[in-house]
Each structure stands twice: as structure tokens, then as C-alpha cells.
């Protein structure tokens, strides 16, 4: 429960311990009997992160970073340009990143035709964790160049890189010692190999040295910025040595046309900087920011002494718009970047490469979409990117039929937008998303074809043709039950609603400010029932309330004979007089039934052959001698595996539900006919994708 109150979409996927979520069941139903697992579609998003770029010419370019691909793990990225479009590039993946660890390339350096150097590391970001890798283009074949490990090393990468022909290319970045400091690399190619080369770092016991970026204009002269302290350092051909300039700037990005102009962009403080070196020293200017003072600048390109193009991004504008800075052989223009995208606060742009003052690339990222855009010596336009479609982590949560035609499922997708609405339409399931919807949903209830409401960190109302946007009184629901279009009760840890056929209400339910409401279920406007784990979760006891139509009454739900633990997961009410509901004791899951006047303990329920522990998440009543449960069954070591059992109006009997191991089942809806759905999760590589079994 704690895990759902603070709003995480994960928290949500791939655990049936997270939280016990109950799709209530109001429609009558017989037990089904033969279980057949279903194509789940999932919601999907555009992910990737563009870190490097490298134009040899305006018909050449070369994009890289990194992208989450469909074991859901982040991989290097690349993308060529073409003068007109973007394609993909089918990069290597370092034999470190098979396992799952995640590879991504931080940057590239391309030269006239068709050769480019990538590099990039592999595992956590950040030395220490880190290993870094390199990679060649020669055409449309990446190959994975062996990469020296510096000695001593934790952990390394490899942030930057500098090609002045196919045989000489300086890369540099960091690696962490013994003692946890970061300490600058430095590694030369020489067109078969790539080998350590001894770099200043910053001193001190607690100096850390990050080489972020490097450029060089010969195999005698390059330079390579440090952002994370004011170190400068200069390759001559034989050595790195560092150069001497002011303190309390780091630089990011640097850029050279020569062995005497070189610009270094970074920031002091609040305040933007360059530095110009003219082939003996440093000169300082400061680059004008907007109102506010919260632009950084993260990447930089300089075509001659009289251009540079430096970009980064923009806090402060309210609209997330990128960030640009030109410098024209005397002063630094800066203006704000917005291509046709739709732009979100935070948007980045991280790399920069330019073939002339008429002509630059820029790429980073918005939102999660990866963006590039185009300078034409005047202005700056959006580039339409190839987008990749990359997996996420999806859950079902709740589901509601009305017929084996028409079954609405809802749940929570980790892509953006979170939401995930599927309908069924008596063959397939489809996604409804249409990128409006924002909430993650917990829950769902129809009473039609042309009517269902969703809840969760929000709510929307289906009406036929789409999902609507619906304002909530709070933000933490778990469940809701309609019993017509006019009236519906929804229900939270905290908080409850109601739905008059127009708008949702507050409504106040018994010891709301101590007890945790996780299941609800109406079957007329005058006869609701609602429970939940309590105040105390699996400390107990369980909470249940009536409502009779006027008022909501504290009732007392007993557990098994002895228990003193009693946790309420799910109700399900065919009518006012009969009624289900689930609960769990701390180590097994049992049922009471209600009869009108009160409730009886049904006994401990049937724990499937093979498995330790049963838990029931969710519950479908349509009469008082008919009820499907679905949850999962857990081994004593293992994966879990999907459970459902029925109830006959005497006892609870074990189905053969279907399933890959580690899938479960969270809700549950069954109608007179003897048809069924229920949805869950089931386990992909890292990912929870959807998963559904029907019924019959």
C-alpha cells in the first residue's frame, strides 16, 4: 500500500506483494472451468537519449547515445544523417552489456568518408562501475575496438573523442581508484589499438577529474576539458600537461580550429563562461544569460575563429526550451531553441557539431523522444528524428465485462504516458491510449458498452467512443464499483468518492483517518460494501464498512479460528444479501461470506499442489453460489504462478489457471454465461508486460 500512496509507476509492476488490489465483480457469473492465456498488446514508448554528434560533412553525420531496447535494457544508440533524414545504425553491443548491464555511447568524432570513432561505457553511469568500450564505423559496420583498461582502475569510461585521420584519435574520461577518486583518462588509437596514456588530475585527497571532452586539430595538438574542476590539458605529441587557467569554472565542452584558437564553455557559479585560447594562454569572457541566471551550456562546436556554436538548455523559460549561444568572432549571442516538437521543462540538448556558420546539428533529448534540430547560420528548426520504439515495463491492474464482447482493462505503463486502458472486443485486446490520458489506473467498473469509470492517481470516464479526463477529489484510489451510470463509489488508502452521473464527491468512511480501504462493491445505489488491510497493513485487523444508502457502518469481519492477524484484500457482492470477500492472515488466505446480517468465516482456502501460499487479489461474484477468485500460487523457491478458484456456494475448488512462471493475476471479471477475464503481469527479460487468461 505504501508503495501505491507514493505515486511510483514501478512500484506497481512485478511484485503481486506490492499491494493487494481488487477488481470487484458485480455482474453475474458462473464458474468457468477452462483457462486460455490471451495476447496482451502493451504501451510502449519512444526512448533514447542522444549524447554525441559528428558531422564530416553536411551529407555526414553521426548521432549516438542511447536507447532502451526490447530486453529493456539502455544500448548504444546510433543514427546517420544524411543531409535530409536520419536512419539507424545497427551498433555493436560490448560482450559486458549481454548480460543486462546497460552500454551506451557518450561520443563520436566522424571523418570525410565514412569513418567515425564512438565511445561510451558500459554498466551504472559514473566511475566506479563503469567500463568503457570504443567503437569503429567504416560504411554501415560498427566493430568493437579492444579498449585498454587503465591499471589500478575500479571502474572507467570513456566520455569523449577526437579523430584527425583513421590512425590517430585521442579519447579521454575518467576511472576510479582504490580510494574512490576519479582521476582523468586519457587513451590514444592508432588505428589498430588503443593505448594508456599518462594525464594530469586535479590534486588533492578529494580532487576528482572528469574529462569530458576533447578536440584535436593534429596528432601534435589537442586539448581536453575537465568538468568537474578547472583543468585545461594539452596533448603536444609526446604528453598531456595541464595549462594554466582561473579556478572555479568547470568546462564541459571544448572546441579548436587550430593550435591557436581553441573556446572552452563551461560555468562559474551562476554565471556562463568561455575561455579562448590563442595558442600561449587563456582570455575570459562571460556569455550574457537570460533573467534568472539558469542556462548551462553542454556541448560546443567552432568552424573558425569568428564562429562557434555552443548548446545546452534552458530552466527558467517555463517552456523547456533548448538552449543555444553563437559566438561571432566578438561576442556570444545566446537565444533559446524550439523546434516543432511539443517541448517539456528539462529538455537538454547535448551534443553539437557544425560543417560552416550556415550549418549545424544539435541533438539531446525531450521528454522521452529523442530530438535533433538545425542551424542554418540564422535560425534553429526542429529535425524529424527516427524515433525508437522501446519496451516498458506495463501491468493490468483492473477489469470489468459487461459481455464476452466487450471487457474494458485497465493498468499502469512506466513508458510516458502512464496510463494503459485495453479493451476486448470478443477476438483481440487493444490499447486505448491516445496520449491524454496521464493517471495510472488501479481500477476499473462498467456498466455498459457505452459507460466505465477508471481510478487510480486520477480518474476518466469511458463514454463509447473514448476515455475522458475526470477530476478527482483526491489521488490515491485503489478500487471502484458503478452500479449504474448515476451512481459509483470509489475507494483509497485515505480517501473515498462518489459518482452522481456528473461529478465525483468526497464522502467520508468509517475511521477514515486510520483505516485503508483497498476493495469496493456496489450492487444497487443503496448497498455497498468496502475493505482493506487496515491501519497497520498485515499487523491487522481488516476494516470493512456498509453502506445502506444513507450511511457507511463499521462491520466486523472475522478470520479463521485463531488468527489474530486479519488483512481484507477483495469483496465482491452479487446482491445485498450475499457477498465475498478475501482476506489474509500473514501466512494463509481465507474467505468470508456475507448473508445479509452478518459475516461467517468460510475456512482457510485451497492452496494449489506444489505451492506454499496462495494470494488472492482479486474477486467476481455474480451469484451467492457462484465466485472466481485470481491471484497467485508461490512456490517454496521458485516463480509464482497464476491461481484461480471458484466457489460453488459451499466450497472453494482449485482451477487450472495458465500462465508463464512468474505471471500473476491482480483482477478479475465474470459474467452470467460463464465467461471470465483476468488480467495481471507476466516477467520479459527485466520487464512486466500485460498479461490476460479468459474463462469459460
Known amino acids: 500500500m505504501a508503495c501505491r500512496r507514493q505515486g511510483r509507476r514501478l512500484c506497481v509492476i512485478g511484485s503481486v506483494f506490492a499491494a493487494t488490489l481488487a477488481l470487484l465483480g458485480v455482474q453475474a457469473a458462473s464458474a468457468a472451468t477452462t483457462w486460455t492465456v490471451q495476447s496482451t498488446p502493451n504501451q510502449d514508448t519512444t526512448t533514447g537519449l542522444i549524447q554525441g554528434m559528428s558531422c564530416a560533412t553536411s551529407a555526414f553525420c553521426v548521432a549516438v547515445g542511447d536507447y532502451d531496447n526490447s530486453a529493456g535494457v539502455w544500448s548504444p544508440l546510433a543514427q546517420a544523417w544524411n543531409g535530409h533524414s536520419w536512419h539507424l545504425l545497427n551498433a555493436a553491443n560490448p560482450n559486458q552489456a549481454s548480460s543486462g548491464q546497460v552500454a551506451d555511447f557518450i561520443g563520436v568524432s566522424c571523418l570525410t568518408g565514412g569513418f567515425c570513432m564512438a565511445v561510451g561505457g558500459t554498466n551504472d553511469y559514473g566511475p566506479g562501475d563503469n567500463t568503457g568500450f570504443a567503437e569503429s564505423?567504416?560504411?554501415?559496420?560498427?566493430?568493437?575496438?579492444?579498449?585498454?583498461?587503465?591499471?589500478?582502475?575500479?571502474?572507467?569510461?570513456?566520455?569523449?573523442?577526437?579523430?584527425?585521420?583513421?590512425?590517430?584519435?585521442?579519447?579521454?574520461?575518467?576511472?576510479?581508484?582504490?580510494?574512490?577518486?576519479s582521476r582523468s583518462l586519457a587513451e590514444r588509437w592508432n588505428g589498430s589499438k588503443w593505448t594508456v596514456q599518462a594525464s594530469p588530475s586535479q590534486a588533492g585527497q578529494y580532487a576528482e577529474t572528469e574529462l569530458t571532452s576533447v578536440s584535436c586539430v593534429s596528432a601534435w595538438f589537442c586539448l581536453a576539458s575537465d568538468t568537474s574542476g578547472p583543468l585545461i590539458e594539452r596533448w603536444n605529441g609526446t604528453k598531456w600537461t595541464a595549462t594554466t587557467i582561473r579556478n572555479g569554472t568547470d568546462f564541459p565542452a571544448i572546441s579548436c580550429t587550430s593550435a591557436k584558437f581553441c573556446v572552452a564553455v563551461g560555468w562559474s557559479g551562476t554565471s556562463l563562461i568561455s575561455e579562448q585560447w590563442n595558442g600561449t594562454g587563456w582570455k575570459r569572457a562571460t556569455i550574457k544569460q537570460h533573467a534568472g541566471g539558469s542556462q548551462e551550456l553542454s556541448a560546443l562546436s567552432c568552424r573558425s575563429a569568428a564562429f562557434c556554436e555552443a548548446v545546452g538548455y534552458d530552466r527558467v523559460t517555463g517552456t523547456g526550451a533548448y538552449f543555444a549561444a553563437e559566438w561571432n568572432g566578438k561576442t556570444w549571442r545566446t537565444r533559446d531553441v524550439r523546434g516543432p516538437a511539443v517541448f517539456y521543462q528539462g529538455n537538454s540538448l547535448n551534443a553539437v557539431s557544425c560543417t560552416s556558420a550556415r550549418y549545424c546539428l544539435a541533438g539531446g533529448a525531450s521528454s522521452d523522444p529523442v530530438q535533433t534540430v538545425k542551424f542554418?547560420?540564422?535560425?534553429?528548426?526542429?529535425?524529424?528524428?527516427?524515433?525508437?520504439?522501446?519496451?516498458?515495463?506495463?501491468?493490468?491492474?483492473?477489469?470489468?465485462?459487461?459481455?464476452?464482447?466487450?471487457?474494458?482493462?485497465?493498468?499502469?505503463?512506466?513508458?510516458?504516458?502512464?496510463?494503459?486502458?485495453?479493451?476486448?472486443n470478443g477476438?483481440?485486446?487493444?490499447?486505448?491510449?491516445?496520449?491524454?490520458?496521464?493517471?495510472?489506473?488501479?481500477?476499473v467498473s462498467c456498466v455498459s458498452s457505452t459507460f466505465c469509470e477508471a481510478v487510480g492517481d486520477g480518474g476518466a470516464r469511458w463514454n463509447g467512443t473514448a476515455w475522458i479526463d475526470q477530476g478527482m477529489p483526491a489521488d490515491d484510489y485503489q478500487s471502484v464499483s458503478c452500479s449504474s451510470a448515476t451512481f459509483c463509489v470509489a475507494v483509497g488508502p485515505v480517501d473515498a468518492a462518489e459518482w452522481n452521473g456528473t461529478s465525483w464527491t468526497a464522502i467520508t468512511l468509517p475511521d477514515a483517518n486510520s483505516a485503508s480501504y483497498v476493495s469496493v462493491?456496489?450492487?444497487?445505489a443503496k448497498f455497498c460494501e468496502a475493505v482493506g488491510p487496515g491501519d497497520t497493513g498485515l499487523?491487522?485487523?481488516?476494516?470493512?464498512?456498509?453502506?445502506?444508502?444513507?450511511?457507511?457502518?463499521?462491520?466486523?469481519?472475522?478470520?479463521?479460528?485463531?488468527?489474530?492477524?486479519?488483512?481484507l484484500d477483495a469483496v465482491s457482492c452479487a446482491t445485498s444479501m450475499s457477498c465475498e470477500v478475501t482476506g489474509y492472515t500473514g501466512s494463509e488466505s481465507f474467505t468470508d461470506g456475507w448473508d445479509g446480517t452478518s459475516w461467517q468465516n468460510q475456512g482457510l482456502?485451497?492452496?494449489?499442489?506444489?505451492?506454499?501460499?496462495?494470494?488472492?487479489?482479486?474477486?467476481?461474484?455474480?451469484?451467492?453460489?457462484?465466485?472466481?477468485?485470481?491471484?497467485?500460487?508461490?512456490?517454496?523457491?521458485?516463480?509464482?504462478?497464476?491461481?484461480?478458484?471458484?466457489?460453488?456456494?459451499?466450497?472453494?475448488?482449485?482451477?487450472?489457471?495458465?500462465?508463464?512462471?512468474?505471471?500473476?493475476?491482480?483482477?478479475?471479471?465474470?459474467?452470467?454465461?460463464?465467461?471470465?477475464?483476468?488480467?495481471?503481469?507476466?516477467?520479459?527479460?527485466?520487464?512486466?508486460?500485460?498479461?490476460?487468461?479468459?474463462?469459460?
Open 137 to 181: 564505423l567504416t560504411g554501415t559496420t560498427w566493430r568493437l575496438e579492444p579498449f585498454a583498461a587503465p591499471a589500478g582502475a575500479l571502474g572507467w569510461e570513456l566520455r569523449a573523442v577526437s579523430c584527425v585521420r583513421r590512425t590517430f584519435c585521442e579519447a579521454v574520461g575518467s576511472y576510479s581508484t582504490t580510494s574512490q577518486q
Open 376 to 424: 542554418n547560420g540564422t535560425s534553429w528548426s526542429g529535425v524529424p528524428v527516427l524515433l525508437l520504439e522501446s519496451p516498458v515495463s506495463n501491468d493490468l491492474n483492473g477489469v470489468s465485462c459487461v459481455s464476452p464482447t466487450f471487457c474494458e482493462a485497465v493498468g499502469v505503463s512506466s513508458g510516458d504516458p502512464s496510463a494503459l486502458p485495453e479493451v476486448w
Open 427 to 443: 477476438s483481440a485486446w487493444k490499447l486505448q491510449a491516445d496520449g491524454t490520458l496521464r493517471a495510472m489506473f488501479y481500477s
Open 521 to 524: 462493491s456496489c450492487a444497487s
Open 539 to 567: 499487523g491487522g485487523p481488516g476494516v470493512a464498512a456498509r453502506w445502506d444508502g444513507t450511511a457507511w457502518t463499521t462491520q466486523s469481519v472475522p478470520g479463521p479460528s485463531g488468527s489474530t492477524r486479519v488483512q
Open 605 to 696: 482456502l485451497p492452496v494449489p499442489s506444489g505451492s506454499v501460499k496462495l494470494l488472492p487479489l482479486g474477486l467476481s461474484c455474480p451469484t451467492a453460489a457462484s465466485c472466481t477468485l485470481a491471484g497467485s500460487s508461490l512456490p517454496s523457491s521458485g516463480s509464482g504462478q497464476p491461481a484461480v478458484e471458484a466457489w460453488d456456494g459451499t466450497a472453494w475448488t482449485i482451477q487450472s489457471a495458465a500462465g508463464p512462471d512468474g505471471s500473476g493475476l491482480r483482477a478479475i471479471s465474470c459474467l452470467a454465461s460463464g465467461y471470465c477475464e483476468a488480467v495481471g503481469s507476466q516477467p520479459a527479460g527485466q520487464l512486466y508486460r500485460t498479461f490476460a487468461e479468459s474463462g469459460s
